[in-house]
């Protein structure tokens, strides 16, 4: 699984090995597009959260699938309590690593944003 930057500025990918460090060069802060040159630093990578599909739906899903056991959790015994804690995480979360599959398993895109 190979990482790799998205230039914010020509939106052309390049390795992290390729990014020209801005360092050397005198800047204070971040690395340069091998392309256009641009000053960028990162902003998100693509398993972020706020970069998956339906990521935030996920989350929100589960913390309401969570707040509605919990309210039932005096009338469950404990291990069928967990038993369907466990099933429940499992039926919602594999559609979502499906819909989502090359961001998670595959290549690593690290977003970048123009320094200014
Ligand atoms: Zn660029």
Redesign the pocket.
Known sequence: MARFYL??????N?SLNDAQDGYKLGLKQGFL??????N?IESSESDDISQLKLGYTYVITLCVTMYMLLEYWDEWAFLPMVVGLISIFTIITIPFAWINRSALFGDKVVHTKRLR
């Not at 230039?7 to 052309?12: A, D, P, Q």
């Not at 597009?33 to 641009?38: I, Q, S, Y």
């Open positions: 230039c914010g500025s020509c939106t052309k390049f597009c091998p392309f256009c040159h641009t960028l």
